[in-house]
């Protein structure tokens, strides 16, 4: 039995061991050298200060980025080729857009940055919005080998980074090197990207409509999983925001390694012609509630070897917030992969509802629960809004196949 579902299923278990393989290279990189080095560089608050400060990047660029890779993955297979300069041209509009925003976060973030530190703090901005998309060009493809190698690059390029940071004490350029690398890397080894350069399509204006929409879900989606660091900041204090994200430092890193995995599912749900069925969405039940079980206590197993290991000034503190870090972030990229089947199957707008509601009940309960109890108080608020979003995604599953369901009967 197992020799036969190896077979059928083949191909797609050698392009999750591809996309797998290649980000945890990225991630040991940046887990194992890149961040720890920034702890012992700039010390707790200065650590601190530094997440605080990548929350304002990650939020835009993450979600435009990864906004536009979906939304070209999901456009008609003719189109695909025809609007590659519409996407350019939204990503270099968003990157210029980066330059105001990044000079209000100096000024006025409450974060130290000196001028050399905020150049790169923008250009690692710009590298990071089309990184984010670049790697479009290996799912359209479905060429995991190559995107192993994208993402072996961009890990090389975080060694070179933590060098450059150790010696300059300019933190951006830990994540520059790597970002930078592997957009070059990934416009040099497809001409996908860049075939039409920066020139609009006749279906230009569908375009930018996809990409808005996933934008505008994954912006919501993004600005709760950094909103920790930047509310912690706020309300808090930035040793909060170290204790916060060392806590979740496991469960952040598993749920990067389900973005590939997102990459490889909606590329073959692309390509198959079935329907989402209620039997189909009964195993998607059972295998989420299995999965956030399993991933928390893995979580919470892999953060306390993490954390004792790479941050043991930190170990004592930060150990009483595993349990409930884990769960939250669990819980958020368990999410993730049932999003993925509704952009396939279901409307677009469903995404959008409920992450509007996961970011209202967040701060509805965040912002009180934080300024009562601390850190405890976010915790438990994170776990709230994260739960609410993984019901919410079932039950619009399940409400999508009865509708299909009853309509065609």
Same mark, same amino acid.
């Given at each position: 039995?197992?020799?036969?579902?190896?077979?059928?299923?083949?191909?797609?278990?050698?392009?999750?061991?591809?996309?797998?393989?290649?980000?945890l290279v990225?991630n040991?990189?940046?887990?194992?050298?890149?961040f720890?080095?920034?702890?012992?560089?700039?010390?707790?608050?200065?650590?601190?200060?530094?997440?605080?400060?990548?929350?304002?990047v990650?939020?835009?660029?993450?979600?435009?980025?990864?906004?536009a890779s979906?939304?070209?993955?999901?456009?008609?297979?003719?189109e695909?080729?025809?609007?590659?300069?519409?996407?350019?041209?939204l990503?270099?509009?968003?990157?210029?857009?980066?330059?105001?925003?990044t000079?209000?976060v100096?000024?006025?973030?409450g974060a130290?940055?000196?001028t050399?530190?905020?150049?790169?703090?923008?250009?690692?901005f710009v590298?990071?919005?089309f990184?984010?998309?670049?790697?479009?060009?290996?799912?359209?493809?479905?060429?995991?080998?190559r995107?192993?190698?994208?993402?072996?690059?961009?890990?090389?390029?975080?060694v070179?980074g933590?060098?450059l940071?150790?010696?300059?004490?300019?933190?951006?350029?830990?994540?520059?090197?790597?970002?930078?690398?592997?957009?070059?890397?990934?416009?040099?080894?497809?001409?996908?990207?860049?075939?039409?350069?920066?020139?609009l399509?006749?279906a +230009?204006?569908?375009? /930018?409509?996809?990409? @808005?929409i #996933?934008s505008?879900s994954?912006? $919501?989606a993004? *600005? %709760?999983?950094?909103?920790d660091r930047?509310?912690?900041?706020?309300?808090?204090?930035a040793?909060?925001?170290?204790?916060y994200?060392?806590?979740?430092?496991a469960?952040?890193?598993?749920s990067?390694?389900?973005?590939?995995?997102?990459?490889?599912?909606?590329?073959?749900l692309?390509?198959?012609?079935?329907?989402l069925?209620?039997?189909?969405?009964?195993?998607?039940?059972?295998g989420s509630?299995?999965?956030?079980?399993?991933?928390?206590l893995?979580?919470?197993?892999g953060?306390?070897?993490?954390?004792?290991?790479?941050?043991p000034?930190e170990f004592?503190?930060?150990?009483?917030?595993? +349990?409930?870090?884990? /769960?939250?972030?669990? @819980?958020? #990229?368990?999410?993730?992969?049932? $999003?993925?089947? *509704? %952009?396939?199957?279901?409307?677009?707008?469903y995404?959008?509802?409920?992450?509007t509601?996961?970011v209202?009940?967040?701060?509805?309960?965040?912002?009180?629960?934080?300024?009562r109890?601390g850190?405890?108080?976010?915790s438990?608020?994170?776990?709230?809004?994260?739960?609410?979003?993984?019901v919410?995604?079932?039950?619009?599953?399940?409400?999508?196949a009865?509708?299909?369901t009853?309509?065609?009967?």
């Amino acid at each position: 039995m197992i020799g036969r579902v190896y077979q059928k299923y083949r191909r797609v278990i050698g392009d999750s061991a591809y996309s797998l393989l290649g980000l945890l290279v990225m991630n040991a990189v940046a887990q194992i050298v890149l961040f720890p080095l920034y702890d012992r560089r700039f010390g707790a608050v200065g650590y601190g200060d530094l997440q605080y400060l990548m929350a304002y990047v990650n939020v835009l660029t993450v979600s435009v980025g990864s906004a536009a890779s979906y939304a070209r993955m999901v456009s008609p297979a003719g189109e695909r080729e025809q609007n590659a300069g519409d996407y350019n041209l939204l990503l270099l509009l968003v990157s210029l857009l980066g330059l105001p925003v990044t000079l209000l976060v100096w000024r006025f973030g409450g974060a130290p940055m000196d001028t050399p530190t905020y150049i790169c703090y923008f250009l690692l901005f710009v590298a990071m919005t089309f990184r984010y998309y670049a790697d479009v060009a290996y799912k359209i493809t479905l060429n995991y080998k190559r995107y192993f190698l994208y993402y072996a690059v961009i890990g090389l390029g975080y060694v070179i980074g933590a060098v450059l940071v150790w010696e300059t004490g300019i933190w951006p350029l830990g994540l520059l090197v790597g970002e930078a690398l592997g957009v070059l890397y990934a416009y040099l080894s497809s001409e996908r990207l860049f075939r039409r350069g920066l020139r609009l399509s006749p279906a +230009w204006r569908a375009t /930018l409509r996809t990409i @808005l929409i #996933f934008s505008i879900s994954e912006g $919501m989606a993004n *600005l %709760i999983l950094n909103v920790d660091r930047i509310l912690l900041k706020l309300l808090v204090g930035a040793s909060a925001v170290t204790v916060y994200y060392l806590a979740t430092l496991a469960g952040k890193v598993m749920s990067v390694v389900a973005t590939p995995l997102n990459g490889v599912l909606i590329g073959y749900l692309a390509r198959y012609d079935g329907k989402l069925t209620r039997r189909t969405m009964r195993y998607l039940t059972a295998g989420s509630v299995a999965a956030v079980l399993l991933f928390t206590l893995l979580c919470v197993l892999g953060g306390y070897v993490m954390i004792f290991l790479l941050y043991p000034a930190e170990f004592n503190t930060v150990k009483g917030y595993l +349990w409930l870090g884990s /769960l939250a972030e669990v @819980l958020y #990229f368990v999410t993730s992969v049932l $999003m993925v089947v *509704l %952009i396939r199957f279901a409307k677009k707008s469903y995404q959008v509802i409920i992450n509007t509601v996961f970011v209202i009940l967040f701060f509805g309960l965040g912002i009180p629960l934080t300024l009562r109890f601390g850190l405890l108080g976010f915790s438990i608020a994170m776990i709230s809004a994260s739960a609410t979003r993984f019901v919410l995604s079932l039950v619009a599953g399940f409400g999508w196949a009865a509708h299909k369901t009853d309509s065609l009967g």
